[in-house]
């Protein structure tokens, strides 16, 4: 069947052939899962609130500076 649809002077037999290709390949299942993703998001994030944390310090410090300090 992929031969009879398959020419190269009909896009439209182009467009069903690829299209029917993209249904076969598409299955339902559950996401991929890694070994080491885990350990690595955990890390990351706790990298990110980390800096979070130094921002917002770096922020409260500027503003008493500055004066600008609310309390």
Excluded: H
């Amino acid at each position: 069947m992929k031969d009879e649809l398959r020419t190269n002077s009909d896009p439209t037999a182009w467009r069903i052939w690829s299209t029917s290709q993209l249904w076969q390949l598409r299955q339902p299942a559950l996401p991929s899962e890694f070994s080491g993703e885990q350990g690595m998001l955990t890390t990351m994030y706790a990298q990110v609130r980390e800096e979070e944390q130094l921002i917002q310090e770096s922020e409260k410090r500027k503003q008493v500076d500055d004066g600008t300090a609310i309390v």
